[in-house]
C-alpha cells in the first residue's frame, strides 16, 4: 500500500478533481474500477463550479489525495451541525482502486470531521443497487440506519438508467 498525501483542495485543483470525480463514477473510464455507477446513470456527475463551491464553502471541507503529485483520489466533508459530518464524493481514480487508497482517505477523513467540525457521527448515502459498495463500508464501521433518500434525477447530472434508484443513508460513530 502506497502513501498517500492527503491536503485540502484549491481553486486551482477544480478541473483535476471534477475529471476525477466523472471518470470514478460514470462512463467508459468508471468500469475499470469496482464501484462504478455506470450501469445504474449517466450524466455528467458533478460540474466544475460544484467542485469549486465544495472547496469555497466554510462548512465544507474537499479532501485531495495525490500520489508522485498527481491527484488520484478526493473526498468532501460537510458540516450538518450538532456533531454531525456529512461524507461524500468519495472517489478513487479507477486505475488506483484496490490498493488501499480509498480506505487511507476516509481514515483521514474521519479525523479531519472530528477536528474541523466536532463531529461526532459521520453520514453518508450510498445508492442501494451498491451491495458491494455498502459491504466495503459497513467494513470500515458505517452502519445501515434503514433510511432512505430519493435518487436526484437531472438531466445533465444524473439521467437514471433503472426506475428503482433511491439512497441508503449509512453513520459511523467517530471517537
Avoid: H
Avoid at 475529471?19 to 467508459?28: E, F
Avoid at 449517466?42 to 503529485?69: F, H, K, N, W, Y
Amino acid at each position: 500500500m502506497s502513501d498517500l498525501q492527503i491536503r485540502p483542495a484549491r481553486p486551482a485543483d477544480v478541473d483535476t478533481l471534477t475529471s476525477l470525480i466523472r471518470s470514478a463514477y460514470r462512463g467508459t473510464d468508471s468500469r475499470a474500477g469496482w464501484t462504478s455507477e455506470a450501469d445504474l446513470a449517466e450524466g455528467e456527475r458533478i460540474s466544475s463550479g460544484q467542485v469549486l463551491a465544495m472547496i469555497s464553502d466554510a462548512g465544507s471541507l474537499l479532501l485531495t489525495g495525490e500520489q508522485a503529485g498527481a491527484i488520484v483520489a478526493c473526498c468532501q466533508l460537510r458540516n450538518e451541525g450538532a456533531g454531525l459530518a456529512y461524507f461524500g464524493t468519495f472517489a478513487v481514480s479507477p486505475s488506483a482502486q484496490g490498493g488501499g487508497l480509498g480506505r487511507q482517505l476516509m481514515a483521514e477523513a474521519e479525523r479531519q470531521a472530528v477536528s474541523a467540525f466536532a463531529a461526532r457521527r459521520l453520514e453518508m448515502t450510498v445508492l442501494a443497487q451498491q451491495d458491494k459498495l455498502i459491504a466495503y463500508y459497513e467494513r470500515r464501521g458505517f452502519r445501515r440506519t434503514g433510511e432512505t433518500r430519493p435518487f436526484p434525477a437531472d438531466a445533465r447530472y444524473a439521467r437514471p438508467l433503472r426506475d428503482d434508484l433511491y439512497f441508503v443513508v449509512l453513520v459511523k460513530d467517530l471517537a
